[in-house]
């Protein structure tokens, strides 16, 4: 929830149905979640409105904190008391923020990709948080497997740009069969989910013995930010796939 794009409201149109001018006309938000707890208030203010003219206000985006749903409620105020309430409009309406999947690719696998190196290690891409976030699970999509072997994806932080500590991992399972499949694996850790500050981390999928099949989608492709390690490799420790000569279109 913390990753979603913050909600620009449309604001509202506030049009003097009075006969006078009337000063310090002020929209105002007020945002409650499911539980009818007010988590965001803020307004706007125009110093006078003329009688038959009308004017659009806007308030600040909202950014949620939680999945869930929130109730946006609209209101006006303003210093002279309002003659006629019964012709006043209010604003009411809802909206959901609902648990997602941070990708950088279009789903499509063209290819895999692996080790093969029969001596472990790591394959995957980085992503930047913007935010502090929590971390439920990892999908991960494999062209085949090994029937009863381990599947897991280790969640390493960045330092200067490169790979650093291995920080968590998500439960590892076996594979149920050879068939390409898409796996969510699930993160549990001592406190549930994971606990991300905003920042840049690298997933990869851990390869334990025989060469991983992770599948290679053409798009999107960034130079930089996929990752691969083993204890055997010739560059000495962790380096873009590209270096290797793995084939993407950009």
């Known amino acids: 929830a913390s990753l979603a794009d913050s ?6 149109t506030i049009l003097n149905n009075g006969l006078q001018t009337v000063h310090n006309v002020e929209l105002s938000v007020n945002i409650k ?17 003329i009688s038959a003219t009308s004017v659009n206000l806007t308030t600040p985006a909202f950014s949620a904190t939680a999945t869930g749903q929130y109730y946006i409620h609209y209101s006006i105020s303003m210093t002279e008391p309002d003659g006629n309430p019964v012709n006043d409009t209010l604003s009411v309406f809802g909206i959901e923020v609902s648990d997602s999947v941070y990708a950088r690719d279009n789903g499509i696998s063209v290819g895999a990709l692996g080790i093969g190196s029969g001596t472990g290690g790591y394959l995957g891409q980085d992503f930047h948080l913007t935010k502090t976030s929590l971390l439920s699970s990892v999908g991960l999509y494999v062209m085949s497997g090994y029937t009863g072997t381990p599947l897991a994806v280790g969640i390493w932080s960045m330092t200067a740009g490169m790979p650093d500590s291995l920080i968590a991992s998500t439960d590892t399972i076996l594979y149920p069969d050879d068939s390409a499949r898409y796996y969510i694996l699930q993160m549990h850790t001592s406190n549930g989910d994971l606990h991300l500050n905003a920042g840049d981390y690298v997933f990869t999928a851990i390869e334990f013995d025989s060469t991983i099949q992770v599948g290679q989608a053409a798009q999107i492709f960034t130079i930089g930010h996929t990752w691969v390690n083993w ?3 010739p560059a000495g420790g962790w380096a873009n796939m590209e270096y290797f000569g793995a084939s993407f279109k950009r």
């Open 33 to 49: 979640n499911e539980l009818g707890t007010v988590v965001y208030t803020d307004s706007s203010m125009v110093d006078s409105l």
């Open 7 to 12: 909600i620009l409201f449309p604001g509202a």
């Open 231 to 233: 204890p055997a490799s």
